[in-house]
């Protein structure tokens, strides 16, 4: 019998899925260890985050920084950066993990399938042909075949980019 090893899922099956205080979308940002938290963007408008629990290898998050829980309390500036960022956010997955197609979605409402209700963020999936198998089917586990700092380090050159182009 194979073994999988998904160490970073007993961390999901403990706390359900849900942070457990605060807001990890505005919580994370202000902490120093970058790295660790996943967050690979910061502005005054929208942030970037590696999904912990990913779907799929390169599982990103594009946050607003304001804490909202519907696209109606944006303003027509906040969307903008937000979609833009989602825009930018599906062309560094391309140059760095190289997908055939992207998952781009919001799940906005609890009922809706939600984790974090209280502060929409937009989900930035890539995938490639044959990405869903078995495993998802049969044990009811998805594999993702990268560590997630890995994929962390290969991304974090071209938000870095941004950074530094928008000062």
Not at 49 to 58: T, V
Not at 103 to 116: D, E, L, S
Not at 135 to 154: A, C, N, Q, R
């Amino acid at each position: 019998m194979e073994k999988l090893f998904a160490p970073w899922r007993m961390e999901y099956i403990k706390c359900g899925g849900t942070a457990a205080d605060g807001c990890i979308f505005c919580d994370k940002p202000k902490e120093p260890d970058m790295r660790s938290n996943l967050v690979l963007h910061v502005d005054p408008q929208v942030l970037v985050i590696m999904n912990r629990f990913p779907y799929n290898n390169g599982h990103l998050m594009v946050v607003p920084r304001k804490h909202v829980s519907s696209l109606d309390n944006l303003s027509e500036s906040e969307l903008l950066a937000l979609f833009n960022m989602v825009r930018i956010s599906t062309g560094i997955l391309r140059e760095t993990c190289r997908p055939e197609g992207f998952n781009v979605g919001m799940n906005i409402g609890r009922v809706a399938g939600a984790g974090i209700d209280a502060h929409i963020h937009v989900h930035v999936v890539p995938r490639w042909n044959g990405d869903t198998n078995f495993m998802p089917i049969l044990g009811e586990t998805k594999v993702v075949s990268e560590h997630l700092l890995s994929t962390y380090d290969g991304m974090l050159p071209y938000f870095q980019k941004i950074n530094s182009s928008r000062i």
